[in-house]
């Protein structure tokens, strides 16, 4: 018997830049041993859904008193760089990238932690609709946008191989 902490499968391991660590699980693959292609859009949501969560203060579902909007998907983008298998271990690096009128775009790199290969870059693209209705767009809130300015501030450029991959 061993004293050996389990691994984590997904953990924030920095704030600024927010990065998230995850481990792959062998039930993530195929029967060759490799990661389903289907769950690298999951790994982006759920690094994007902590973002949401610990940087913006507004996890998706739970709005706050003050938050009388919400915030679905628009679009998804995601570029394949390398494999994944059973217990690798992975980085997500997110940026704010565009952030528009009424819409934000939020960039993934996400790399091997062992070698800091690429494995997969994405981007999620949120519209902001009025919370009650979800109906119609809207601008975007101003705290939101001056959380999301000061992010991109605190976190630096957005790396030139992310730039290039998610034009």
């Known amino acids: 018997m061993t004293d050996a902490l389990p691994i984590p499968t997904e953990a924030i391991v920095s704030l600024v830049p927010f990065r998230v660590e995850r ?3 062998w039930s993530e693959c195929d029967p060759a041993g490799v990661v389903f292609a289907g769950q690298f859009p999951l790994y982006m949501l759920s690094a994007a859904h902590l973002f949401r969560t610990h940087v913006m203060n507004a996890p998706i579902g739970r709005p706050t008193v003050d938050q009388d909007y919400g915030t679905p998907g628009k679009a998804m983008e995601l570029v394949f760089m390398g494999p994944l298998w059973p ?3 992975f980085v997500m690096e997110l940026h ?3 952030i528009g009128k009424r819409t934000t775009d939020l960039l993934i ?23 009650d209705d979800r109906k119609a767009s809207i601008p975007i809130p101003g705290s939101v946008r001056a959380v999301l300015e000061n992010y991109q501030d605190a976190a630096g450029s ?4 992310l730039k290039q991959v998610m034009r």
């Open 23 to 25: 481990r792959t699980r």
């Open 96 to 98: 704010v990238g565009r």
């Open 158 to 161: 957005i790396p030139d191989l």
């Open 109 to 131: 790199d996400a790399r091997r932690c062992d070698d800091g290969t690429p494995v997969f870059m994405g981007r999620l693209s949120a519209i902001y609709v009025r919370a």
């Open 87 to 89: 217990e690798d271990a």
